[in-house]
């Protein structure tokens, strides 16, 4: 599990303490025992050391069961092949892209596969506020406006073999729609919310708690 900040000419690896807030909660003090337990008791009563004997019996049982860990992975709900956008990209070509694919979230990718950036439908309408309302004519107002004109770079991405549950946790704390899942710097696939809230319904045991 690995995290990477990745744009034009970088590709860093994100420190995990970097990446996620730190936890809110306090440890606990110890606590002083108000009453100890008396063992001769329990050793001469036959009946409660009966059960302490089949506790431990118990006990030691399920210690010995094989537990089989609920993890899912990036890999297991990235979208791939992505839906992608070259450098030389307009927004008109964007806002045609959005429209027809019903995506949000579009990576901006090299001809070589390496991710540089990621735009979304909401940064290029917002880039286009309050000139028409119309949208062939922003369109045509805009068609030469490249996409890494307004696109998010450098990018905040993760490895294929991320735990979905970080991924949760990564989109409420760093307030992102969309995490980019890359294999040596190429993009592999992208992750987003509903991505997330299906895996949850699939995998209705998967605990997103970390």
């Given at each position: 599990?690995t995290?990477?900040?990745?744009g034009?000419?970088?590709?860093?690896?994100?420190?995990?303490?970097?990446?996620?807030?730190k936890?809110?909660?306090?440890?606990?003090?110890?606590?002083?025992?108000?009453h100890?337990?008396d063992?001769?008791e329990?050793?001469?009563?036959?009946?409660?050391?009966?059960q302490?004997?089949?506790?431990a019996?118990?006990?030691?049982?399920?210690?010995?069961?094989?537990?089989?860990?609920?993890?899912?992975l990036?890999?297991?709900?990235?979208?791939?092949?992505?839906?992608?956008?070259d450098?030389?990209?307009?927004?008109?070509?964007?806002l045609t892209?959005?429209r027809?694919?019903?995506?949000?979230?579009?990576?901006?990718?090299?001809?070589?596969?390496?991710?540089?950036?990621?735009?979304?439908?909401?940064?290029?309408?917002?880039?286009?506020?309050?000139?028409?309302?119309?949208?062939?004519?922003?369109?045509e107002?805009?068609?030469?406006?490249?996409?890494?004109?307004?696109?998010?770079s450098?990018?905040?991405?993760a490895?294929?073999?991320?735990?979905?549950?970080?991924?949760?946790?990564?989109?409420?704390?760093?307030?992102?729609?969309?995490?980019?899942?890359?294999?040596?710097?190429?993009i592999?696939?992208?992750?987003?919310?509903?991505?997330?809230?299906?895996?949850?319904?699939?995998?209705?045991?998967?605990?997103l708690?970390?």
């Open positions: 599990m995290f990477f900040v990745q034009l000419s970088i590709h860093e690896q994100m420190p995990f303490g970097r990446v996620f807030k936890s809110a909660v306090k440890e606990t003090d110890a606590v002083d025992a108000i100890g337990l063992e001769t329990h050793r001469n009563d036959p009946v409660k050391h009966g302490q004997h089949d506790a019996q118990a006990y030691q049982s399920i210690k010995h069961v094989p537990r089989i860990p609920n993890v899912v990036a890999e297991h709900i990235m979208i791939s092949p992505v839906v992608t956008l450098p030389q990209a307009t927004t008109s070509n964007a892209l959005f027809s694919s019903q995506l949000r979230h579009l990576p901006v990718v090299s001809s070589t596969g390496e991710l540089i950036g990621i735009v979304s439908e909401r940064d290029v309408l917002r880039h286009l506020a309050g000139i028409t309302e119309s949208y062939q004519q922003l369109a107002a805009h068609k030469v406006k490249r996409v890494t004109d307004v696109m998010q450098p990018v905040l991405t490895s294929g073999d991320t735990d979905v549950r970080y991924v949760a946790r990564l989109f409420v704390e760093q307030r992102i729609g969309a995490l980019p899942i890359v294999t040596e710097g190429v592999a696939g992208i992750i987003t919310r509903s991505d997330v809230l299906k895996a949850v319904m699939r995998h209705f045991v998967l605990e708690w970390v």
